[in-house]
């Protein structure tokens, strides 16, 4: 009956407790009527976390409205970014992460509007703590990294060596110890810096990390040194793990009397702070101290005992462990039975919660859907019940807007139109040059290939038809071969130009002497040069260059076989090679007709350009056009210089040889 009493006392208290609160904050909230009221505001916002931090979330949520009212009323922008982050908070701690988050988001606008660093270094801090929760460590350690950067800014030591040591945390567990370590010692620094009580916390966080690394006498040194500070702050849970930690060292070292002194120790703190997990560990790591020293009684003792209690706090890992040390120690007596029926337990257990885990993390995943979902209605519906609010506002900047956007759409409409009057004579363009193509092509093929082919054709029928005799066809056998060798360099250029107008010539260069080439174009055209009692001299040096050989080829045949057409009997061609810096100059003399100075610009350009030869040798006016684009296709350039009557020389420039 007096417990009944004694509790009905306690609730009566805390409604009382809670209602003075909430009176105390109507009071203040009574005062604020203007921007100059801020420090009131902010007194009111203690007051509101004083509810939340007691779990009074309801009551605190419901002066949401009101203080984010009364914050924007008094234009403070800081206030309004305050109220987001407490309810955000709420939320957060709720488990209700996706609507903290809005808020938080909501908080950071705020901030940033009042330049508020410290605001939004926080928000960053409290979304990281979020990502944790929900298992994404990357995502945690971007806003961790992102809230130092503003307290880095502001030089607040007190909650950089925080921040730092939870990125130390989250890095270790990311099993990445050198930026772990890196954290872990920057915190250590500040906490040193400012004479933090929580020194040892950072301590023993490094010391577990180098225990991990088998860095033992760096962790033990950490640890007698955390185990003072602790000792002094009277941190009970603290100074239990330090001597935990400690005995694990010795434990490793082989030193199992210290080991045992250490677990001790823990041991009796750990008991006397009511820390019943810590104590338990202790307990069972004495029992494996007492198997390795062969206490095989003792050992049997302290693990019932230490199993016991973990049953009853069902932390399973640490079960787990307790069956393996149970099979060992039974193993180590002869008793492979009992080890056997260890191992089974432990394959049951570790099954158990195997499935468990899996089983949690599904309800878990529908339960944060459900909530995320929920949370989404509720923040639709808030959004729409502010676009409400804008709605007014909107009604006045709707013609603005839209005749701005009038605007826009007529000179897009204007330059749309400009564009597509472009593009349609561009296209026209285009489709008279490729119908000039397709002419020339059509022309070059109906007359000058159809009249070499036509006059082949002929003088073959006849010496079918024995209407020649065989002397007779071995006379005009050279007539034939020079025909056959035009029509050749006819085809030839008529394939370039096509690929030129289609775009598809590629230069692929070599480095050759092009005395090879010149020699064999020497012995192609020794026959027309014969018949026409034209000298070929070869004067080049040895030239190496680096350009594409069947492009060479086709310019010096072109080249050569103009050279041939405009000399009369008893001229000569000469080829003579200069070496210049980076390059050589290839130059074809002839002594032949020339050409006149009005013509010479006509040579390469886009219209095709043709005269007769001297012996009336047509040609397509393709060939110079044609050097003209292999040659810069290989970095060079063609030149030429003539005087009517007494010859011409065409020079071209390509690149050496490395």
């Known amino acids: 009956m007096k417990k009944n009493y004694y509790i009905l006392y306690i609730v009566m208290l805390l409604s009382s407790f809670c209602f003075s609160q909430q009176k105390s904050l109507d009071s203040i909230i009574s005062t604020i009527k203007a921007p100059k009221d801020s420090i009131a505001f902010d007194k009111a916002m203690v007051k509101l976390k004083k509810m939340w931090v007691q779990e009074d979330y309801e009551t605190a949520l419901s002066y949401e409205d009101q203080l984010l009212a009364l914050s924007k009323r008094i234009n403070y922008n800081k206030g309004t970014g305050d109220v987001y982050n407490q ?15 809005h808020y938080y988001d909501k908080a950071n606008i705020y901030y940033k509007i009042s330049n508020e660093s410290r605001g939004i270094a926080i928000i960053n801090n409290n979304k990281s703590t979020i990502e944790q929760k929900k298992g994404n460590l990357e995502l945690a350690i971007n806003y961790l990294l992102e809230a130092n950067l503003h307290f880095e800014r502001m030089n607040d030591s007190l909650i950089l060596s925080s921040t730092y040591n939870n990125l130390g945390n989250i890095y270790s567990d990311l099993d990445n110890d050198v930026l772990a370590e890196e954290y872990y010692k920057k915190s250590i620094a500040l906490k040193r810096k400012t004479k933090s ?19 033992l006498d760096n962790a033990k040194a950490l640890l007698f040194e955390s185990l003072e500070i602790n000792k002094k702050n009277k941190n009970s849970h603290s100074i239990a ?87 060992t120690l039974d193993s180590a007596r002869g008793n492979f039975l009992s080890a056997f029926g260890w191992q089974k337990k432990y394959q049951q257990l570790a099954d158990q ?43 006045y900047r709707i013609f603005t807007y839209s005749s701005l956007g009038i605007s826009i759409i007529i000179c897009m409409f204007l330059v749309h139109i400009a564009k597509t009057r472009k593009e349609r004579k561009q296209y026209i363009n285009q489709l ?39 002397q007779e066809f071995k006379e005009i056998v050279p007539l034939l071969a020079n025909r056959t060798h035009h029509t050749s360099i006819l085809l030839n250029n008529l394939l370039n130009w096509s690929k030129s107008q289609m775009k598809e010539l590629n230069a692929k260069p070599i480095a050759f002497d092009i005395n090879e080439v010149i020699n064999s174009k020497f012995i192609f055209f020794k ?33 050569i076989a103009n050279a041939i ?47 007769n030869g001297t012996q009336q040798e047509t040609g397509t006016g393709l060939g110079l056009k044609i050097c003209k684009e292999l040659i810069q296709l290989n ?8 005087t009517l009557g007494e010859g011409s020389t065409f020079c071209i420039t390509l690149p050496k040889a490395s």
């Open 353 to 395: 919660t195997s499935s468990n885990e899996t089983a949690e993390k599904i309800e878990l995943a529908e339960a944060r859907f459900n909530s995320e979902m929920e949370q989404l209605k509720l923040i639709d519906q808030q959004e729409k019940k502010e676009q409400e609010n804008e709605k007014e506002l909107f009604k």
């Open 527 to 559: 026959p027309k040069a014969e018949s026409k009692d034209i000298k070929l001299k070869n004067e080049l040096d040895s030239t190496m260059i680096y350009a594409d050989k069947d492009m060479f080829s086709i310019v010096s045949q072109n080249l």
């Open 87 to 101: 309810i955000g908070n709420i939320y957060n701690l709720t488990d209700k992460f996706l609507k903290a988050h």
């Open 635 to 642: 970095q060079g350039e063609i030149s030429v210089n003539s």
């Open 432 to 470: 008279n040059e490729s119908n000039e193509v397709k002419n020339k092509l059509f022309s070059i093929i109906s007359h000058d290939l159809k009249n070499e082919i036509h006059g082949l054709d002929g003088t073959l029928n006849l010496l079918m038809d024995n209407e020649i005799s065989t």
């Open 241 to 327: 793990l330090t001597y935990n930690r400690l005995g694990n060292i010795a434990s490793k070292n082989k030193d199992y009397q210290k080991s045992r002194k250490y677990y001790d120790s823990s041991y009796v703190v750990a008991a006397k702070a009511q820390n019943k997990k810590i104590a338990a560990i202790a307990k069972q790591q004495l029992g494996l101290i007492a198997i390795k020293t062969k206490d095989f009684k003792k050992a049997e003792k302290l693990l019932t005992e230490a199993r016991i209690e973990l049953k009853k706090l069902k932390v399973n890992p640490l079960l787990l462990s307790n069956y393996q040390h149970s099979a």
């Open 197 to 215: 009580k929580r020194l040892g916390s950072s301590l023993n966080n490094l010391a577990l990390l180098y225990i991990d690394q088998n860095k």
């Open 565 to 611: 057409k405009f000399c009369n009997p008893g001229d000569s061609i000469s080829l003579v090679s200069k070496e210049k810096e980076e390059h050589y100059e290839i130059c074809f003399e002839d002594t032949g007709v020339g050409i006149a100075t009005e013509n010479l610009h006509r040579l390469f350009a886009e219209d095709t350009f043709t005269t």
